[in-house]
Antibody, heavy 123, light 110 residues
């Protein structure tokens, strides 16, 4: 059974930093792309960042230059380092697994989700 | 900036059929965007319903179906049930690892 468990959320001051982790199990972590999606309270979902199986990274414009995504395939762990935090970064952050490839066809959806971690940026 | 558009809200009667759509501000949605659909209830993570336009995720009832209608992706719920009352999000894959979420549609079943 695929399981994703976020940790590391909490309260940070504007301009501060937080690091989220996502422990993955139930699948061969190193062979799948992974991502982070966030949701401010009462608002919609927003894609934040993705990392491919080879380590290539991508970021939404809203976090580019402030956030970094990484993975440790030996520990089956995905991380999101969040620096220069702003009030508008306050949200629940979900870890999500990307879809799969079969033959020459790849599927780019998010097929499994964690329960989410709350990040609050406030003075 | 890419904007993915969805109806803010929609209502359907129990047993009825409803089609939610997902458009692009500056282009037509095609299968090349690998449209996917997610259902979310308050306090819960999203649940994946449909991916790559029309493939149902494991365990999703066949009353949920995906398609391209005109220049938009579409999610059709046939025989709506009370527990279908949720928020529905579409996502378009823009390539190079980038996904864009629509603003979501709040579906009321009443």
């Amino acid at each position: 059974e695929v399981q994703l468990a976020e940790s590391g959320g909490g309260l940070a001051q504007p301009g501060g930093s937080l690091r989220l982790s996502c422990a993955a199990s139930g699948f061969t972590f190193g062979t799948y792309a992974m991502g982070w999606v966030r949701q401010p309270a009462g608002k919609g979902l927003e894609w934040v960042s993705s990392i491919g199986s080879s380590g290539n990274t991508h970021f939404a414009n809203s976090v580019k230059g402030r956030f970094a995504i990484s993975r440790d395939n030996a520990k089956n762990t995905l991380s999101l380092q969040m620096n220069s935090l702003r009030a508008e970064d306050t949200a629940v952050y979900y870890c999500a697994k990307r879809g799969y490839c079969t033959g020459r066809t790849c599927y780019y959806h998010f097929d499994y989700w964690g329960q989410g971690a709350q990040v609050t940026v406030s003075s | 900036q890419t904007v993915v558009t969805q109806e803010p809200s929609f209502s359907v009667s129990p047993g009825g059929t409803v089609t939610l759509t997902c458009g692009l501000s500056s282009a037509s949605v095609s299968t090349n965007y690998y449209p996917s659909w997610y259902q979310q209830t308050p306090g819960q993570p999203p649940r994946t319903l449909i991916y790559s336009t029309n493939i149902r995720s494991s365990g999703v009832p066949d009353r949920f179906s995906g398609s391209i209608l005109g220049n938009k992706a579409a999610l059709t719920i046939t025989g709506a049930q009370a527990d279908d009352e949720s928020d529905y999000y579409c996502v378009l894959y823009m390539g190079s690892g980038i996904s864009v979420f629509g603003g979501g549609t709040k579906l009321n079943v009443l």
